[in-house]
């Protein structure tokens, strides 16, 4: 098993015409992903790295029962991609596209739940579970199949993250970059209890950065709802207040989101922390041995 | 984040039929006297500074002016100061109007429901984060129904308003929220949201529009902002880039190793001085466009701390090799590299052959860039 | 269900931005000469007569000018005249323009969907009744998103639309789309919408307006509709009246019941000739009212068929008592009544007590209604 | 059990201060029903019929938990006293109001839907389960506990029906009175499921009329997903084309919506199919009789 990805997952890639639709497509077809499908307005019938392309994901859906989309349209045209994915009755829509104005993205979450759609991001790279599938755009290479989970809302630090948790000689079970957005389809909260029901994982890696409350929110369900060790991180602990770091959800703002507070509710509700990226692999490997499994 | 100063917010204000003082914004203090003079701004009135800073009141940004001759005295005094680091090149001129009570009212994001929330307190003309928490009502509003009569009736009982105060208030969350939705903004706050008669008037306006949202918004590109020059022209390239206080410049690839690449340098002595997110790129020219922006920082040292991903490491590093060349050599620092992941080997090649050295383990070669900016590890 | 003439939906399309040709209304054949005259129709322009229904070119009520001559002659042949029973009060002038092809759009209720729907067909001009199901397109629209942009391209895809008419058709669609939902239409029909060059425009337009939302647009109750004197007094009074065919008036409680009793009366033989449904009521006064209006409708016999349950069946009773004592004698008819439910004894009493007795059966009472109404059983 | 409502039902008065709304809460609980809560704002802290009165609705949930809602707050405000029981939590949400604009609605409908919560009506007469509790208008001297379940567009109709059936010696489970607008937060498509899992029911009466397609709607139901004996009714078979007979959504528009089709669709789905009203018990019983129930 695996979480939100798996053998049964149907690709359609939304703009798999552009530049990173096509690298994208062939690097998940190379990890092993099905896309049955891609689509571009007005370029229905052409075929990229041998998936057919459609003029509409309804289309694409109706040929090739596609349940899974991967979504690279730009900003001003990634809220109707997604609302046509929803329409068309896909179930899991990764948005990678990043300056997704938070507005639309409100409409895009509350109509995808509405009608049953998850949504991983927007500004994210989605989700892998090696050997099985991947929908986004994780390298392949740091991945080795195992059974650790990661979390993260990052997205090159946690190649890092979970490149080291590779070269540690341990594997991953599935991992979801989260986004760096302000509003995100899941967060910390929607994704740990799916990762506490994989018999697949045995503990969590969570890799969080300074700005709202996510990482607080998260600790309220390891608190209460959670048994698998966790181990996380958070970035940004030397980051100014009022500045947005790179990401448009990584800011301080009114003396809430620092790296502090996350960290002393990560650890006050029972996570390790490990203070810097590097320390990361070793920490997982000692949680696992001390907390008796593997 | 486009913030607003005042009088631009109450330019918006006004559009969504916000009630407002009467006022003018003026750049002289004889632009001053002569709107006083033809009666565009009412006697007394209050001449504010237009900075984006707050306590702007106890910081003298703020003066009061009964007579023609002291609105032009008040304005010319203010005009030209520096309040917390900003120029005051703005000045608003508005009536001093009798007020009953002081309220707060704001609109925003709360990111963990996912929902817009509307915050309103009677116990406004104070920073809302001085306020106890009992004393400020927090309504969730959804995006698809909008702020309904019920939540409006919360609102008003919240800020003791009854009689035609709560018609008046009807129309100010009308356009608080017509604000927050049709203008993309991330923030719109009223505080002081006054009581005069039996209506209120927003007396101070602060509005914040989304970044993201300006394709929509064309209007708002030409605003000046808190950014620094380097930061203005870091955001016209699309190059996440923020000035900080100390003296190494860190280039990274992804907001999140970047964040914790300043963690880490800070963690051994390093001050960082720039935070530069290369994102995600395949365009060399991109990658050098960048560096010589750091450059312009005026660095001590640089970090460039890669993880290939989907940017490949050798396209960093001849982007990088490109810009060293063009770099003044008044102007060069020294750099501590450190990349790893996709064609890894290959840039490690093309950053040898221009002299660079990539070191392997994040722990050393932030303690090299430490060290080469004359820090002490 | 407020129907609007063809000017004035087109008036409600410019102020959406929707394109359209050059005209005016006008109500008299002199008018038309000088709008000819000072250029605000240009020639060679069609008269189109303003009526609600439908078929008008067929029916010599859409005619052609070329001159300011023949403009004022075709103006002044068509007013007056009376198509399909409507008086045609004003006539539309407007440019004659070259049009390539014929398209049809409009917006509607799906009720059982419970969702709005767009619906677009390449075969314009001719009654969308009569096109294949094959050849429209339905577009169901959530209310919460809006017209989408993949569904308009699937739009413009069935109209064959490329290129600047897929701009054109963008403004039309979000026109379309605004006014069914500001204005709280039921319908808004664009057949034909005309291919002209490189753009689109709206030759007719049809526009239905919700009754039940009048509170939100007082603007639409000045408005000229196809119902009778009768009925329009009704509306006023809040009276379900509807004028049929026949002789003898039903006036019974519940919409269904009242259809239902009508469904009985014309097995039995008779015609029904008003529709009257008092509602749910417990005030004597609004049935004395209601008795009064469907006694201005001289028919030839009443049945009036009640069952008491919110209503009580003494309230009607007296209500009934007191109206048959305001009518005057020349106008009075009988009168044949079933009531039943909700103090039933008490209301047979007063009727009784006034002359009128109440049968107990539905098949019974209405053969009695029809008996007295002069017809066969 | 019932359908819908029940001894579980905590019902909350919308509007109860009105004279409809107490004259109708007094006869809820004089049908047994547990009448909770009212809400009128502004006229918190009285009472009516002894029903304690609140200014909002989460006020009255949070300290009567009470989970159903009877609506009777006029037309222009009724959109926003449904928000305001659906964000306070209540799950089924009776809207008596009448002539509330077909657009509110359609917010009001797809809003409950997101919230999972339902709506019944509006523009009826509620829903009762005779024994057990009634949320709405339907007059209580119609009702007697029996094994009939009731569907309808119509109000008065549906009681003289309801009565028809008492006065036949029989008896009803759950009667729900649909509504007569064009859109409705519950249909036959809606309701008959309920029906065929309730045990309590061994025959519907469902009672239709012009306008829409709500009635073939519910054939399609019959013919795929319904095991019991169905006997059907439809008004307006006299009704000429484009009036609007009483209710608004009582209007042949276009050819679609008249009583034959419907009649057709209904008889062709194996439902027993009355021409008048006044057939119906007997041929309930007569049904009841052939299909081997009772």
Known sequence: ?294 | MVKLAEWRGKEIFRQYGMPLPRGRVVRSAAEAASAVAAGSVPLPCVVKAQVLAGGRGKGGAVRFASTPAEAEAATGAILGLEFKGERVREVLLEEKLPIARELYLSVALDRSLRLPIVMASARGGVEIESVDDAQILRVPVHPFVGLTGYERRRIATTLGLVGPAVRSLDTVLTALWQIFEREDAELVEINPLAVVGDGLTALDAKVIIEDDASFRHPQYAEVRDDRTPLEEIAREKEIAFVQLDGNIGVIANGAGLTMATLDVLQQFGGRPGVFLDLGGTDDPKKVTEAFLLMAKARPAAVFLNIFGGVTRCDTVALGLVEAMKQVPPAERFPLVARIRGNNEDEGIAILRSAGVTSLHELKESVQAAVAAAGGRP
Not at chain 1, 43 to 49: D, M, N, R
Not at chain 1, 185 to 207: H, Q, S
Not at chain 1, 240 to 268: C, D, F, V
């Open chain 1, 1 to 294: 098993m695996s979480v939100l990805v798996g053998p049964d997952s149907r690709i359609v890639v939304q703009g798999i015409t552009g530049h990173q639709g096509t690298v994208h497509t062939r690097q998940m077809l190379l990890f092993g992903s099905r896309v049955v499908a891609g689509t571009t307005p007005g370029k229905g019938g052409q075929s990229v790295e041998g998936v057919p392309v459609f003029d509409s994901v309804q289309e694409a859906v109706d040929r090739t029962q596609a349940n899974t989309s991967v979504i690279f349209v730009p900003a001003p045209f990634a809220k109707d991609a997604l609302l046509e994915a929803v329409d068309a009755g896909v179930t899991l829509a990764v948005v990678v596209t990043e300056h997704i104005p938070f507005h639309d993205m409100l409409t895009m979450y509350h109509y995808a739940r509405s009608r049953g759609a998850r949504i991983i991001g927007p500004n994210c790279p989605g989700i892998a579970a090696p050997g099985k599938s991947k929908a986004g755009i994780i390298p392949n290479v740091v991945f080795r199949p195992g059974r650790i989970g990661v979390i993260s809302r990052s997205g090159t630090l946690t190649y890092e993250i979970v490149n080291g948790i590779k070269e540690h000689g341990l594997g991953q079970s599935t991992c979801i970059g989260l986004g760096g957005d302000p509003v995100i389809g899941t967060t910390f909260v929607d994704a740990l209890p799916l990762f506490e029901a994989d018999p697949d994982t045995d503990l969590v890696v969570l890799v969080g950065e300074i700005g709202g409350t996510a990482e607080e929110d998260a600790a309220e369900v390891l608190r209460s709802h959670f048994t698998k060790p966790v181990v996380a991180y958070v970035a940004g602990r030397s980051a100014p207040p009022g500045k947005r770091m790179g990401h448009a959800g990584a800011i301080i703002a009114r003396g809430k989101g620092t790296a502090a507070s996350k960290l002393e509710a990560l650890r006050a509700a029972g996570a390790e922390v490990a203070d810097f990226p590097y320390e990361i692999p070793d920490l997982v490997a000692r949680t696992l041995k001390e907390r008796g499994r593997r």
